[in-house]
């Protein structure tokens, strides 16, 4: 993967003419760069008509994008983003990918490692955390359900210390999974990976009034079976709460009032800052609360509490600080070059299935089926990448194109930059609509 960088750092040289001024000179040319290169177009989707252009390699929020492929060709350091510590790119090969996870941890005198299971209901933003946590958006996500749809793990690699995130399905029932169809992995992994945690983080949307007061039962049902298995509480999306003294009665009813063995002092206040863990709500006093209550909403046995917004850097640093400290001596279990176990394929059409549930109303993404027709590294190390979206409806393909093939243009738009930062090289994305026979 070095290849692309180095091809992208010699052409700024080129256009800079002087490499490199330093650090904040840099960052001035590349904002004019940057806006010499938005009034450029490039093709990267096309529907049976004319072209459609995009992806801009700049995001709303910065010149060049929260940890950008650009940012890394060019080296320039982020003292502030200690989530992007030294975050590895994904090899954009299969092959490359698969020789890397298989190859020997290139681990310190003295490793530490812990295994992580997010467990939670679907749209609890297992995914959002996931990838923030990790550094790079390498999950897909959205506001629809299962978005998910088959265990997912990714790794984050700092210094002596490896911590593997195992991102479930949101669990569901059995009822549920035969009722709508769903595939078997929805059901299955989230058991498969307690087998193996060191720690299970629970993930609950305390801005979803209907779930936000209880635990689900498949939550409840799989920490009663793995009780053993460490667990902690994180409240998320806690900046959507209007009123924060809903976070104390929460709390009381999703720890059952105890939380680390000792019993919660219901008068004290509500922590002050969002994002801080805890602790100090409990106070003393035995936890004589049963498991096998078959009335039971929360659960009496988390040894921490956080409250946090997925999306905040900051609240999110402080549950990886906690993460981090809480491994133990052992081996790793990858080399400090993975960032996750998908495939490149696999990520690529998690991302584009991300945009069809974002995009595409009711159930029509979900009779979506997507086929690969090309994947090739091209000149300069742009790889440039086809696939066909397969529905079963004219009136489906109707939506999903779009008026005049906008709509498909801007999912590959925004795929193309999502791919561009996973894997740091250019990406041409082309898509398709087909109907199926």
Known sequence: MAAPGRSGAALLRTVLGVWPPGPDAAREWVTRLLSLLGSQQRCVSCVSGPAFFGPRLASASRPNGQNSALDCFLGLSQPDSSLNFRVPAVCMHRDEQDLLLVHRPDMPENPRVLRVVLLGAPNAGKSTLSNQLLGRKVFPVSQKVHTTRSQALGVITEKETQVILLDTPGLISPAKQKRHHLELSLLEDPWK???????????????????????????????????????ILVMNKVDCLKQKSVLLE??????????????????????????????????????????????????????????????????????????????????WEFHSGVLTSQTPEEICANMIREKLLEYLPQEVPYNVQQKTVMWEEGPNGKLMIEQKLLVPKESHMRILIGPKGHLISQMAQEVGRDLMNIFLCEVQLRLSVKLLK
């Not at 209880?214 to 460490?230: A, D, E, G, M, N």
């Not at 922590?271 to 929360?298: E, V």
């Not at 009496?300 to 905040?312: G, K, N, R």
Request: aromatic letters at 4%; hydrophobic letters at 35%.
């Open 193 to 231: 990976s307690m087998e193996s945690a060191d720690l299970v983080v629970v993930l609950v949307d305390v801005s979803d009034k209907w779930t936000r007061n209880q635990l689900s039962p498949q939550v409840l049902q799989c920490l009663t079976q793995f009780s053993q298995v460490p667990s």
């Open 250 to 331: 929460l709390t009381a009813a999703l720890t059952e009032g105890v939380v680390n063995g000792k019993k919660l002092k219901t008068r004290q206040a509500i922590c002050s800052q969002r994002g801080n863990h805890c602790p100090s709500l409990a106070a003393k006093g035995p936890n004589t609360l049963s498991m096998g209550d078959p009335q039971r909403i929360g659960w009496p046995h988390f040894q921490e509490i956080f409250m946090l917004s997925a999306l905040s850097q900051e609240d999110v640093k402080t549950l990886k600080q906690y993460l981090l400290a809480q491994a133990q001596p052992g081996p």
